[in-house]
């Protein structure tokens, strides 16, 4: 373990028993809080009021929007949040897991490591990044690889707290895989801790969940073992 990690086990926020990090970085829920008009607006309607609101604050903040510079940001501020960085808001874009038969019958760990996430603080709107690594054990089924990374792309593009990133990102892999047997674990830097409040920029912030058979001690050995950790 690295100086300075923070380390959070999110089982025990199935219980809500939030620990606080940092900067008062709580959260309320596994789940992402949203209204229940969600959806009710078009994408291309988003897009046009975030650009008119993005403005505004701009505006507010006294830069000069007719500058060659600055005029096509609000625009391209608001494309950037609902079609990439926050487009794991809208489950439109979920992606599709397909299942196969174990043909190998290989029951053991599979591992996949230093997948990258990018995310963003939902307290802060600056960025969180780092690494996740997943592992499960098939109850016979299987996905692709790909999957793996997609998924916690997924979960990334949202407003996110790294525990409850965690958390979705491990509920996903479980009902894909349709087994209990499931770890994962982020390793990440939060741009709101590194560059302004505490200034801390060497920290990292380290979150795991543990399921099924990686809650006994020899198998989450092994999987850390293969991390390094
Ligand atoms: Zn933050």
Redesign the pocket.
Known sequence: MKQNETLLNTQSINNYDVEEIG?E?LFSSIETPMRPDAFALEDDVKIELIEKHFRHIMEIMGLDLTDDSLKGTPKRVAKMYIKEVFSGLDPKNKPKVALFDNKYKYDQMLVEKDISVFSN?E??F?PIYGKAHIAYISSGKVIGLSKLNRIVEYFSKRPQVQERLTVQIANELKQALQTEDVAVVIDAK?M??QSRGVRDAGSSTVTSYYGGKFEQEATRKEFLAYLGM
């Open positions: 900067d970085h603080c307290h802060h600056v939060h709101c801790v």
